[in-house]
């Protein structure tokens, strides 16, 4: 089951063609289906209440206690589409261009322009289920500009985009589920896929306040659980977010994809100890208007880590806006990727901000001064003087992201009204996940993974605001047509046992490994393990990464895992609510996770987007990449060992967008 | 900084509970409350104990999952912000510090300072969304132009993160802020006035279902609340509920 089934046809016309020519299953049938979907954020939210609207009876589970909970709610930034309503130049092609080559040309052609044409429909949808978005005085939606492009094409509310698209996601499926269509679980966690004669036919979850375990049957299984930057520990993601799902389906015989490209973003607030446990982002958006530097000479940026000079001692000559200067077509909107390489750089060189040397600025005096003269203008106020503007520029940057200040003010405890915010970058998303086809159907027939959990759209680097996209375009638009392809031949099936051989054999199975957890007599907490395989991956699979580093990772990390399941001490009984018990199953795959994470970095010699082998890059630091070698998706088969897992090889073809060296310069 | 923890034990909604009181020291002002928690569980799991359950996921103030009731406030002795951005920095070295779940009878606790609030999803779903299918066919999205002082006060209210400090703050337990936080953001847009009427009611009968308690117009829950939800939201949605009761008669 490794074919991309990718439609022939002109690019522009494959969904629409596909979507023609692909099974359908009619209502009264649906009604005869199930679908279990894993996950409620963006993508999984959606689907369920996209597939329970069109008849299926679809059972929908998360962790949280509540499916509004699930991390999409956390994004800031906002959401592309290719509306044009700025006039300024877009087009689903530009979309489409702009996120291939963002990704250094490492994701699917197809894929990539489908989502690019769903995108306004996100936008439609949205508006019409109540999402409030940011308006214009006329009324009509505002725009801002992200990352890697040259229009304007971002939909946002505040800098709370993330949560608003994911209450419009929530009310859909709450109306699914007061009408009965959708059943909901919560505070259950996924166990194990169960697959019946090749096909996934449901799974084991267990229920997380009384520990029982429980099997769900069903004809087909959407993962949409998310990401795995977890495995970082530090990262951008809520604590409970897992790889779990995904490694429990990847066990069982789905594919995973790409796992060494992880999304390192620049712009967060950086660590202030050893105790800390997550890492909070500043939204990209702040790149618009903000400007990054470091101080031009080492002396002063010597001096601001003792603490003996203050940002705005030094003057605007013997400051070094890097990005402007190294990117002068982009800026400092250049990707994620570059943005967080270049930051690595000047701080390795001895130019960083902060006690720990790991910080660059992030400043706004010269937003605030631009913004308060254009309001100056507004107001018709003759000669302003310079605290009228600054005053009125504070108050634009306060409407346009107060949110995101406020919460810097809050962790950094400084002003970033007054002094520049200090940032650094951190782990934010993951671009690998399980291997899907042009249906979203893992290797693994019937099961499917969408949103963040698939490896599908961004390629080696995601642009901003892209995010949000996909998993709704999974979710509302592409899942409820390409299942019904799949389902269709299901409709005399009747419904799915879960009294059968394989389902007992799965709850043994997720039993055995619970009670060994709970049962290990060890001396140390969970999270003692989580954060030394953060360390080992931040060090040796993060910003950059290199053979001799990759290699010695893979050894530390098993010897790691060796040293969990000997020594971790589960407190409590797995009869119970324990929280202790649930991470610990967690890390146990995170720990799987990142040995095969450093495998693909190291079979990956080439250099693109987010994944930097130091053995290749150009004279002037950027990203080497070998298209001759390695324009394929790496797709790994589990065999037992992460170690031992088998490469397949999708090889990328690329018929409409030229392959080039990748400049933003 | 070192700190005294008297903290809330409860194994489940039957259990009748007690304090319990932790010593821990070495606490960093930097640390979030969290990460105090995250301390205090880390040395009592070294000790062979039983750490304190509490409910958090995203910590940054977003996902409304924390819920602690610290030193008799909802999230803390700071205004507008969740459990997870409270810092240490806030606190004294020697102080004591007193950590309780959310307290209503609509609000069942889990274990220690886990509570169940399940009844705001079904209050939710009683009413709570505008019923346009996703099909994707819908108007453009400029079709509907919507004034934007409308606009931002409709997203004012739909900044409500469900965490339930309201609810906890009030003496009568009452979820009034949070249902009418969502009844108005979507009585402030146009997609929102074909159900107007109908969403009220249903919304209104569920919350008196859940046994949330009255509203006897402290503002105590707007003062409490994390994401400054406004209280005018209460008198908009009184208003609403009002005037499709009498229409309906």
């Avoid at chain 1, 693109?608 to 790496?634: I, K, N």
Wanted: aromatic share 8%; hydrophobic share 35%.
């Amino acid at each position: 089951m490794f074919e991309s089934k990718i439609p022939s046809g002109p690019l522009a016309e494959k969904w629409t063609s596909h979507k023609n020519h692909i099974n359908l299953v009619n209502p009264a049938n649906k009604r005869l289906i199930d679908v279990i979907v894993v996950g409620t954020g963006l993508a999984g939210s959606s689907a369920a209440a996209s597939l329970a609207e069109m008849g299926y009876n679809v059972k929908a589970f998360c962790f949280q206690d509540s499916p509004r909970r699930a991390h999409s709610i956390a994004a800031q930034g906002g959401i592309n589409a290719a509306k044009n309503y700025q006039n300024d130049g877009d087009s689903v092609y530009r979309l489409f261009y702009d996120t291939i080559k963002g990704g250094d040309y490492r994701s699917r052609e197809a894929n990539v322009h489908r989502l690019a044409e769903v995108s306004t429909s996100i936008i439609d949808q949205c508006v019409a289920q109540g999402v409030p978005f940011a308006r214009e005085y006329g009324g009509l939606l505002d725009n801002r500009s992200f990352g890697g492009v040259q229009v304007s094409r971002t939909f946002y509310a505040k800098g709370q985009t993330g949560q608003q698209l994911l209450l419009g996601a929530y009310s859909a499926l709450s109306r699914q589920i007061s009408k009965g269509k959708v059943e909901m679980f919560t505070r259950h966690e996924m166990m194990d896929v169960v697959i019946v004669d090749g096909k996934c036919r449901g799974i084991i979850a267990r229920n997380l306040i009384t520990g029982e375990l429980e099997r769900h049957a069903a004809h087909a299984v959407v993962l949409a659980s998310g990401g795995y930057g977890n495995v970082f520990f530090l990262s951008t993601n809520a604590m409970g977010s897992n790889v779990s799902a995904a490694w429990k389906a990847h066990k069982k015989g789905a594919y995973m994809a790409n796992p060494c490209f992880t999304q390192i973003h620049p712009t967060c607030i950086p660590v202030s100890g050893e105790h800390q446990s997550k890492l909070t982002l500043m939204s990209e958006s702040l790149r618009n208007d903000g400007r990054i530097w470091v101080p031009a000479k080492k002396e002063d940026a010597e001096a601001i880590r003792k603490g003996t000079m203050r940002a705005n001692d030094i003057p605007e000559e013997d400051r070094d806006y890097y990005l402007e200067r190294r990117y002068p077509a982009f800026g400092n909107l250049v990707p994620r990727d570059v943005a967080s390489r270049a930051a690595k750089e000047r701080c390795d060189a001895g130019f960083g901000v902060n006690e720990t040397g790991e910080a660059v600025f992030l400043d706004y005096a010269s937003a605030i001064q631009r913004y308060g003269k254009t309001e100056a203008n507004i107001r018709g106020l003759r000669n302003p003087s310079e605290a009228e503007i600054t005053k009125l520029g504070k108050e634009v940057v306060k409407a346009k992201y107060g949110n995101l200040f406020d919460m810097y003010k809050q962790i950094a405890a400084d002003d970033p009204y007054e002094t520049p915010m200090k940032i650094y970058p951190a782990v934010h998303y993951t671009m690998g996940g399980l291997w899907v086809d042009y249906n979203l159907m893992t290797s693994v027939p019937g099961l499917y993974a969408a949103g963040e959990a698939n490896f599908s759209d961004h390629g080696a680097n995601r642009l901003g605001a892209s995010a949000l996209m996909q998993g709704l375009a999974d979710g509302y638009f592409v899942l409820p047509y390409t299942i019904g392809d799949y389902l269709a031949s299901d409709i005399r099936t009747g419904a799915i046992s879960a009294d059968t051989p394989e389902f007992e054999a799965a709850e043994k199975g997720v039993q055995d490994r619970i009670d060994h957890l709970i049962n290990n007599n060890g001396s140390k907490p969970v999270d003692d393990f989580h954060r030394r395989l953060g360390r080992i991956m931040w060090n040796e699979c993060g910003m950059s990464r290199s053979e001799a580093g990759l290699k010695k990772a893979i050894a530390d990390i098993r010897a790691l895992r060796d040293e969990f399941y000997s020594d971790v001490r589960v407190p409590g009984t797995a009869d119970q609510f324990n929280p202790e018990l649930d991470k610990a199953g967690r890390v146990a795959d995170l720990l799987e996770l990142g040995e095969l994470m450093c495998k693909d970095a190291l079979e990956r010699n080439e250099s693109c987007g987010g994944h930097f082998r130091e053995e290749y890059q150009t004279p002037e630091g950027e990203a080497l990449r070998d298209d001759e070698q390695f324009a394929f998706v790496s797709a790994w088969e589990y065999t037992g060992d992460p170690s031992e897992a088998n490469l397949h090889k999708e090889d990328l073809k690329f018929e409409n967008i030229e392959l080039k060296q990748r400049s933003y310069k | 900084m070192d700190l005294t923890l008297k903290v809330w034990r409860q194994n489940g909604p039957n259990d009748k509970g007690r304090i319990e009181t932790y010593p821990v020291s070495g606490v960093s002002p930097d640390m979030s409350f969290l990460e105090m928690m995250d301390m205090l569980n880390d040395q009592i799991i070294r000790d062979g104990g039983d750490p304190v359950a509490f409910d958090h996921d995203c910590r940054e103030g977003i996902c409304g999952m924390c819920s602690m009731f610290i030193n008799g406030e909802a999230h803390g002795p700071n205004r507008g912000v969740t459990t997870c951005q409270l810092h240490m920095r806030s606190f004294k070295d020697g102080d004591t510090i007193t950590i309780e779940p959310w307290r209503a009878s609509a609000f069942p606790v889990v274990k220690d300072l886990a509570v169940d609030r399940s009844a705001f999803d079904r209050v939710i779903q009683a009413g709570g969304y505008i019923s346009v299918n996703t099909s994707g066919e819908t108007l453009d999205a400029n079709a509907i132009p919507v004034p934007k002082a409308q606009a931002d006060e409709a997203f004012n209210a739909a900044t409500c993160i469900g965490c339930g400090a309201c609810v906890a703050t009030c003496k009568n337990a009452s979820a009034m802020l949070f249902v009418s936080a969502k009844v108005s953001q979507f009585a402030l847009l146009p997609q929102g006035q074909p159900e107007r009427a109908s969403r009220v009611q249903r919304m209104v009968d569920q919350m008196d279902k859940e046994g949330f308690g009255n509203c006897t117009n402290t503002g105590a829950c707007a003062v409490e609340c994390p994401k400054g939800i406004d209280l005018s939201n209460i008198a908009r949605m009184n208003r609403d509920f009002l005037s499709a009761s009498a229409s309906e008669e």
